[in-house]
């Protein structure tokens, strides 16, 4: 497990990532598998909740394995987004690497009344 020395980068490449959060389950929104030879700056991260009238909680957890496996480290732990309204996670100032063999995973407190927009650079 190997992370690319980031000064002397051969590529990076933008990624954004779109996710409807249907059901209160753990879902996987972004995962640098063990052999990637690359490392994700993460940009961005939105949380909308798309529901008029109530609101919706949301958990952000970055894992110590890649698809959701391994230990949760919070980034966000339930915290509760106004109707119509955007909780931002991550942006340019807060940015985070993920490493090989780590992954960053979302579970809403509601189903169907979270979207999720992340956005960040695959560097190797």
């Given at each position: 497990?190997?992370?690319?020395?980031i000064?002397?980068?051969?590529?990076?490449?933008?990624?954004?990532?779109?996710?409807?959060?249907?059901?209160?389950?753990?879902?996987?929104?972004?995962?640098?598998?063990?052999?990637?030879?690359?490392?994700?700056?993460?940009?961005?991260?939105?949380?909308?909740?798309?529901?008029?009238?109530?609101?919706?909680?949301?958990?952000i957890?970055?894992?110590?394995?890649?698809?959701?496996?391994?230990?949760?480290?919070?980034?966000?732990?339930?915290?509760?987004?106004?109707?119509?309204?955007s909780?931002?996670?991550?942006d340019?100032?807060?940015?985070?690497?993920?490493?090989?063999?780590?992954s960053?995973?979302a579970?809403?407190?509601?189903?169907?009344?979270?979207?999720?927009?992340?956005?960040y650079e695959?560097?190797?």
């Amino acid at each position: 497990m190997t992370a690319p020395n980031i000064v002397d980068v051969g590529t990076i490449t933008g990624k954004t990532n779109y996710f409807a959060l249907s059901s209160t389950n753990a879902t996987v929104i972004a995962t640098n598998t063990a052999s990637s030879g690359k490392v994700f700056k993460v940009n961005s991260l939105v949380v909308a909740n798309v529901d008029g009238a109530t609101a919706a909680d949301i958990t952000i957890t970055v894992n110590s394995a890649d698809d959701g496996a391994g230990t949760a480290y919070a980034l966000a732990k339930t915290i509760s987004v106004p109707a119509d309204a955007s909780l931002i996670v991550i942006d340019k100032s807060t940015a985070v690497y993920l490493e090989e063999d780590r992954s960053i995973v979302a579970t809403a407190g509601s189903a169907n009344d979270l979207e999720i927009v992340i956005s960040y650079e695959e560097i190797s």
